[in-house]
């Protein structure tokens, strides 16, 4: 079963356009984190939110959590080519300490 | 050095082989994970450890055989593996279980079983 449900699986789009990524899940989650990951590297942890409503800002990324916690969405403004790479979403329930559920990620390339 | 880091990088290895993945944090964490990485699917979470204890074996056959010897050094010990194992090995480390939710990734290795 897959809990974390991620859209659109894949995205090609020019250097300075916008977009959006979702996290979507049935499920309700003490929190959510985005990671991006580029080829041949580890997962990078690039935001936590723990608050329903919650909006968190990382330069041009906006990262958004749901207000009933089920789900979350990355938008990035103005993209670059070092934006490219895997975005992953993973949630967590307390007290189910150390088991993250991951979403199958969003592959963005920003083309130059 | 800083982070997590991971050896080897590649490794190609035969079924009937015995090899052994290391991972290494340098973060001062109490709780390691390993992590399996295969093209398009999650990260499906394989076994972890919380102060060199096993907490967590996500259903992962025998023939991957965890160690934690320290809270900074954990091995995946491979043997009589099979081709669908072939995929990304990723280690992670958190703070402790009660904050596992924000996890550092080492780099990974890619294995491939021939």
């Known amino acids: 079963t897959q809990l974390l449900e991620q859209s659109p699986q894949f995205l090609s789009i020019q250097e300075g356009e916008n977009l959006t990524v979702y996290c979507n899940s049935s499920?309700?989650?003490?929190?959510l984190q985005w990671y991006r990951q580029e080829p041949g590297e580890g997962p990078v942890l690039l935001v936590t939110?723990?608050?329903?409503?919650e909006v968190k800002k990382l330069k041009r990324l906006t990262f958004q959590f749901g207000d009933a916690r089920k789900d979350s969405s990355l938008h990035i403004t103005a993209a670059q080519p070092g934006d490219t790479g895997l975005y992953l979403c993973?949630?967590?329930?307390?007290?189910?300490?150390?088991?993250?559920?991951f979403g199958d990620g969003t592959t963005l390339t920003v083309k130059p | 050095e800083t982070g997590v880091t991971q050896t080897p990088r590649h490794l190609v290895m035969g079924m009937t082989n015995k090899k052994s993945l290391k991972c290494e944090q340098h973060?001062?964490?109490?709780?390691m994970y390993w992590y399996k990485q295969s093209a398009k699917k999650p990260l499906e979470l394989m076994f972890v450890?919380?102060?060199?204890?096993?907490?967590e074996n996500n259903s992962v056959p025998s023939r991957f055989s965890p160690e934690c010897p320290n809270s900074s050094h954990l091995f995946l010990h491979l043997h009589t593996l099979q081709p669908e194992d072939s995929a990304l090995y990723l280690c992670?480390?958190?703070?402790?279980?009660?904050?596992?939710?924000?996890?550092?990734f080492g780099p990974g290795t890619r294995l491939t079983v021939t």
């Open positions: 973060l001062g964490h109490n709780a």
């Open positions: 499920s309700v989650f003490s929190s």
């Open positions: 993973a949630g967590f329930k307390a007290p189910n300490a150390g088991k993250s559920t």
């Open positions: 939110v723990v608050t329903g409503g």
């Open positions: 992670a480390s958190s703070q402790d279980l009660q904050g596992g939710y924000e996890q550092y």
């Open positions: 450890y919380s102060l060199e204890e096993r907490v």
